[in-house]
């Protein structure tokens, strides 16, 4: 009931001031799930105490599925499951409980984190886990957890876990181009490679070790992959005219790119163990943008070859080409959504670039975002948000909507001016 | 004691051990190593007064910038230059649509340098895109001086 009345009295449009994203939640989620964090039990000498319990809470709201409950609103503060009553959670309105205690293991250097969550209006225990690192790692132990509820209540993967590649420009404090990755909240970036020429286009290894990208370092486009661990790098084979638009394929082994060596651009594929090119489309206007279905099977790609950029799909086996956009007079830069159902791409609609879905079955095009200049969207890798490039002012800034449209975020914690963001997958 | 009970037993064993199961995961504090272009390419050539500019997602050339092309087309012949032609974008559109329209840009202004007598060989195109535009605003104004092919000379 009390729920009803806050939802109902719910401005249309309310904007939620956080420490890392700005959220909007555009016409209001109509019942978020109420979860209770209590802060958790801290028995080692360790000064962030309320730590974790602020990037879960942080971390299950950037999305506005859940609305988590601030411990001065609690009326009890349990830290084991005795001292856990289900009528006094209910009595706040709270669906799920998570407790829990950060304690040393026997190992040097490292730390355990127990956690309980608990089902308030079935009063039994929903899920008991730990998660053992370095103390270091707070912020990941807090993003595990997060992964775990989310997971758990949702029945879908968490991507709290999971990280953000991304072009940064060059600015007043650094002249160069950066490739940067950070978490998912905008937190812990750190550049990967540094270059005064431009730097573009990045996509994860499956395996979530390497990323290829494009770098006109040699004072022309060409393809790098990097090793994030080693920072080793290894150039493509370079070929005359574009070399760029690099995506991994799902099993690892290839790249699709594009290369304009034939006289214009179309899409290639590389094999990562015989350093060799397999041209996958020939035609005389401008195919780029290639992504890798799902299943391996098809790729999908921007063509002008209907006289407007259209999205459209080859099958790598057969080499058949259909056309999957009709709507309007530009549709680029599509990307599969995980389950390949769907794809999100760029539609321009009066003179405005949005970030837009399509249904793969039905056809039918539903309009995400309603910005100005949106562009390069990524979907993380559990299907549910679109995070893509975006101005803030004339700054250049990351920004993400629910796939249902209901959420919007501006990743305001990102360093420097971001674009191109890629999505990495879900393995840690 | 019987299979049946046997059986029994281990899936009621199984089924306990399920719902007292804790999950387990893991952190570690290995990070991401950066690194830095050595040696990168730096922009030289002189590019003074050879800029060519294009309307809106068009590569086409109108005839001031023609008259443009065969004047500097006779000084790089007289002088015996080598050239490297550059596509330049607005931000409107897709990056690396944007990349192949660049290209587009900089293969006009190569081929009608060889029809004006430079030799291929002397020619070298690259496309940047809306990667380096030269004014940042978003607005016509900007735009306009970003989509534009520059002439090098070395």
């Given at each position: 009931m009390l729920k009803n009345i806050l939802i109902t009295t719910t401005i249309f449009f309310i904007a939620v001031i956080h420490s890392q994203l700005r959220i909007e939640i555009k016409g209001g989620i109509e019942d978020p799930i109420t979860l209770a964090v209590v802060p958790l039990e801290w028995n080692i000498e360790l000064t962030q105490r309320d730590y974790v319990h602020r990037i879960i809470k942080s971390d299950l709201e950037s999305f506005g599925e859940f609305k988590v409950l601030s411990p001065e609103n609690m009326l009890s503060l349990p830290t084991n499951q005795e001292e856990v009553f289900y009528k006094d959670w209910r009595m706040l309105g709270v669906d799920y409980l998570v407790i829990g205690s950060i304690?040393?293991?026997?190992?040097?250097?490292?730390?355990?984190?127990?956690?309980?969550?608990?089902?308030?209006?079935?009063?039994?225990?929903?899920?008991?886990?730990?998660?053992?690192?370095?103390?270091?790692?707070?912020r990941k132990i807090g993003h595990k957890i997060s992964d775990k509820i989310y997971s758990r209540i949702q029945g879908i993967p968490g991507i709290f876990s999971t990280k953000i590649a991304y072009i940064d420009k060059p600015s007043a404090e650094d002249q160069n181009y950066n490739l940067r990755i950070s978490d998912v909240d905008g937190y812990d970036s750190l550049s990967l490679f540094s270059s005064p020429q431009p730097l573009m286009s990045p996509s994860w290894s499956p395996d979530r070790e390497n990323i290829a990208y494009v770098s006109f370092e040699e004072g022309t486009s060409r393809i790098f992959l990097q090793k994030l661990t080693t920072a080793e790098r290894r150039g493509?084979?370079?070929?005359?005219?574009?070399?760029?638009?690099?995506?991994?394929?799902?099993?690892?082994?290839?790249?699709?790119?594009?290369?304009?060596k034939s006289g214009n651009p179309d899409i290639f594929t590389y094999d990562l163990n015989l350093d060799e090119w397999t041209q996958v489309t020939k035609h005389f206007g401008i195919d780029t943008e290639p992504d890798w279905s799902p299943n391996s099977k098809k790729i999908l790609f921007t063509s002008n070859r209907s006289g407007s950029p259209q999205i459209?799909?080859?099958?790598?086996?057969?080499?058949?080409?259909?056309?999957?956009?009709?709507?309007?007079?530009?549709?680029?830069?599509?990307?599969?959504?995980?389950?390949?159902?769907?794809?999100?791409?760029?539609?321009?609609?009066?003179?405005?670039?949005?970030?837009?879905?399509?249904?793969?079955?039905?056809?039918?095009?539903?309009?995400?975002?309603?910005?100005?200049?949106?562009?390069?969207?990524?979907?993380?890798?559990?299907?549910?948000?679109?995070?893509?490039?975006?101005?803030?002012?004339?700054?250049?800034?990351?920004?993400?909507?629910?796939i249902d449209g209901k959420t919007k975020f501006i990743m305001l914690s990102i360093k420097g001016e971001a674009r191109e963001p890629a999505w990495s997958p879900l393995i840690d | 004691?019987?299979?049946?009970?046997?059986?029994?037993?281990?899936?009621?064993?199984?089924?306990?051990?399920?719902?007292?199961?804790?999950?387990?995961?893991?952190?570690?504090?290995?990070?991401?190593?950066?690194a830095t272009a050595s040696g990168a390419y730096s922009d030289t050539g002189v590019t003074s007064n050879n800029v060519l500019y294009f309307a809106y997602d068009k590569s086409d050339i109108n005839s001031e910038g023609r008259t443009k092309i065969r004047t500097l087309a006779r000084l790089i012949n007289e002088n015996n230059l080598s050239v490297r032609v550059e596509g330049h974008c607005d931000e409107r559109g897709t990056r690396e649509y944007n990349l192949a329209l660049g290209e587009m840009r900089a293969k006009t202004v190569t081929e009608l340098l060889i029809i004006n007598g430079v030799s291929s060989e002397k020619i070298s195109t690259v496309s940047y895109g809306e990667e380096k535009p030269v004014s940042s605003g978003s607005n016509e104004r900007s735009w306009s001086q970003n989509r534009r092919a520059l002439v090098k000379t070395f």
């Open positions: 304690s040393s293991t026997e190992i040097e250097d490292e730390i355990v984190a127990d956690y309980i969550i608990f089902d308030v209006i079935r009063e039994r225990i929903l899920h008991k886990g730990n998660v053992i690192g370095p103390p270091k790692t707070l493509l084979k370079l070929e005359e005219g574009i070399n760029s638009s690099p995506n991994w394929s799902p099993n690892g082994d290839k790249i699709s790119a594009v290369l304009s459209y799909e080859v099958n790598i086996r057969s080499n058949r080409i259909k056309r999957l956009t009709f709507e309007g007079t530009y549709n680029a830069r599509g990307r599969y959504l995980p389950n390949g159902k769907g794809i999100v791409f760029v539609h321009r609609r009066n003179g405005i670039f949005h970030i837009a879905t399509q249904n793969l079955k039905t056809g039918k095009i539903r309009i995400l975002t309603d910005t100005f200049l949106d562009e390069s969207p990524t979907v993380s890798p559990n299907g549910n948000v679109v995070i893509y490039a975006t101005k803030d002012g004339d700054k250049d800034t990351l920004a993400g909507i629910t | 004691m019987n299979t049946t009970h046997k059986f029994l037993l281990t899936l009621m064993v199984f089924f306990l051990a399920s719902c007292t199961s804790v999950s387990s995961d893991r952190t570690n504090d290995a990070t991401a190593i950066s």
